[in-house]
T-cell receptor, first 115, second 115 residues
Framework: GAVVSQHPSWVICKSGTSVKIECRSLDFQATTMFWYRQFPKQSLMLMAT?????????EQGVEKDKFLINHASLTLSTLTVTSAHPEDSSFYIC???????????FGNGTRLTVT | AQKITQTQPGMFVQEKEAVTLDCTYDTSDQSYGLFWYKQPSSGEMIFLIYQGSYDEQNATEGRYSLNFQKARKSANLVISASQLGDSAMYFCAMRAPFGNEKLTFGTGTRLTIIP
């Protein structure tokens, strides 16, 4: 079945640094990928839609200069958290859909801790 | 706007019993898709079952079935013969008409299976 790989699984960084998270579709091409954020014991909230070859579409309230998204190929989207702060600590998870009416497949997520 | 409501924050069920997780939704779209995902403590989102708004029969996938009542706008997940490995968070989600692939998630239900 379709597999989405996300890396790293967890990362700890100091406040003020930037962190890049990768999301890869391993056995299918994904023109669209989605980035979600999940705070502890809460639901997944869509942050942005990543479109291959064009600018990402951000949900209301999400700072596009803070969360940079690049979708340079049909199998890779990256999320960069710039100048991270402790309040950015969260679980970030990406998803992509294969052809047809298949469900969204999710990566395993990245747990970001900013100290 | 779409909205998913899961009214059961947590449930405890005896092993081997059946369990029903509630999900109601609100949408003005005629065509939509409903999903259930399982999230173990490790964080990954595991697709369980899908129901299209025009599907006449309730979806089934092994021990999982979806009790779809369109007029009531409910899409409850039924897990038969529960197992200890079923302990996890369960999220109901909705996708807008085909072509708009974003998922809107409910707040989730934490299911704990008691041996």
């Amino acid at each position: 079945g379709a597999v989405v790989s996300q890396h790293p699984s967890w990362v700890i960084c100091k406040s003020g640094t930037s962190v890049k998270i990768e999301c890869r579709s391993l056995d299918f091409q994904a023109t669209t990928m989605f980035w979600y954020r999940q705070f502890p014991k809460q639901s997944l909230m869509l942050m942005a839609t990543s479109n291959e070859g064009s600018k990402a579409t951000y949900e209301q309230g999400v700072e596009k200069d803070k969360f940079l998204i690049n979708h340079a190929s049909l199998t890779l989207s990256t999320l960069t958290v710039t100048s991270a702060h402790p309040e950015d600590s969260s679980f970030y998870i990406c998803s992509a859909r294969d052809i047809g009416n298949s469900p969204l497949h999710f990566g395993n997520g990245t747990r970001l801790t900013v100290t | 706007a779409q909205k998913i409501t899961q009214t059961q924050p947590g449930m405890f069920v005896q092993e081997k019993e059946a369990v029903t997780l509630d999900c109601t939704y609100d949408t003005s779209d005629q065509s939509y898709g409903l999903f259930w995902y399982k999230q173990p403590s490790s964080g990954e989102m595991i697709f369980l079952i899908y129901q299209g708004s025009y599907d006449e029969q309730n979806a089934t996938e092994g021990r999982y079935s979806l009790n779809f009542q369109k007029a009531r706008k409910s899409a409850n997940l039924v897990i038969s013969a529960s197992q200890l490995g079923d302990s996890a968070m369960y999220f109901c989600a909705m996708r807008a008409p085909f072509g708009n692939e974003k998922l809107t998630f409910g707040t989730g239900t934490r299911l704990t299976i008691i041996p």
